[in-house]
Structures are given as structure tokens and as C-alpha cells.
């Protein structure tokens, strides 16, 4: 008999507890491999404690194995940021989980948009997008338009 994966706690959390930001280490590293530095458009520890952030991470016991956040954009709508799984949680469905904490937290603050930037070499990224209602969209806020790496998705919401 096959056990079912524990779900994980996934809590608003500090970025710069250490093994959160080991865990953002590792995303910058990952992301580092795929992308030109221009088109990686990565939020630092500092900037992911900033007022206008929520940062979320997902806990197995003691281990943080996964994070995301949302910035808020002057009231308009969020967006998301920074979603990463640790491979040795890959395929325990945590990513979905992070979206539906970053979803409660957009509806939470009364908005009923979020959108996102992601790469074209993620399929899985853009795959776990779709699954959760993101659809492509044009580039917002001040990304560049002409960046071929980059995929545009967003989501309406109910409040």
C-alpha cells in the first residue's frame, strides 16, 4: 500500500531565515543556468521582506522544501513571484499548494488579479500555471515587451 505524501504547512515566513534563503539560493542558482541576466528578473532577500510583499513558504516538520510570494502592485493586482520546489519535493503536488496560499492572500487583500513572469524553459513552471487557471497575457508593470525568454500569464479571481 502506497501512503499519500504528508500535505505541507505552507505560513507567510521571513525571507532571511537561513534555510529559507538557502532555499533562494538555490532558485538563483537554478535560474542563473537557464537565463541571460537581463532576463532574469529576481527579487533579493531584502526586497522579499519589503512592506509590499507577501512571502509564503512551504514546511515539511522542520525542513522548508518550497516558497513563493506576491508583490503588490498599488493596489491594482499581485503579482507572483519567486515560486520555487526543492527537487527532493518535486511531485508532492507543494506547488500547488504555494498558488492556493498566494491566491487566499490576493483575495485577502481584495484584489482580484494576479500575474506573473515566468521562462520558456520551464515547462513545468508554465504546466503548473495552466493547471492552476493562469492563462498568457501580454507583459505588464516594467518588464521589457521584446524579451523572447519571457512568458506572461494571469488569473482572475473572486472575492
Known amino acids: 500500500m502506497m501512503l499519500e505524501p504528508a500535505k505541507p504547512l505552507i505560513?507567510?515566513?521571513?525571507?532571511?531565515l537561513p534555510t529559507v534563503t538557502a532555499?533562494?539560493?538555490?532558485?538563483?542558482?537554478?535560474?542563473?543556468a537557464l537565463y541571460p541576466a537581463e532576463s532574469n528578473h529576481l527579487l533579493d532577500i531584502d526586497a522579499l521582506?519589503?512592506?509590499d510583499i507577501r512571502f509564503f513558504a512551504a514546511r515539511f516538520e522542520d525542513d522548508y522544501?518550497?516558497?513563493?510570494?506576491?508583490?503588490i502592485h498599488e493596489g491594482a493586482f499581485t503579482e507572483v513571484k519567486r515560486i520555487f520546489v526543492s527537487p527532493k519535493a518535486r511531485g508532492l503536488g507543494v506547488g500547488k499548494y504555494i498558488?492556493?496560499?498566494?491566491?487566499?492572500?490576493?483575495?485577502?487583500?481584495?484584489?482580484?488579479?494576479m500575474r506573473l513572469e515566468t521562462g520558456i524553459y520551464q515547462p513545468e513552471a508554465l504546466a503548473l500555471f495552466e493547471r492552476a487557471g493562469f492563462?498568457?497575457?501580454g507583459p505588464f508593470a516594467d518588464y521589457p515587451t521584446d524579451d523572447p525568454f519571457s512568458v506572461f500569464m494571469e488569473k482572475r479571481i473572486t472575492l
Open 135 to 137: 492563462t498568457r497575457c
Open 11 to 16: 505560513e507567510q515566513a521571513d525571507p532571511r
Open 23 to 32: 532555499l533562494i539560493a538555490e532558485l538563483d542558482a537554478y535560474m542563473t
Open 49 to 51: 521582506a519589503a512592506p
Open 99 to 113: 498558488i492556493a496560499a498566494l491566491e487566499a492572500e490576493t483575495r485577502k487583500l481584495g484584489l482580484s488579479l
Open 65 to 71: 522544501l518550497g516558497c513563493g510570494a506576491i508583490k
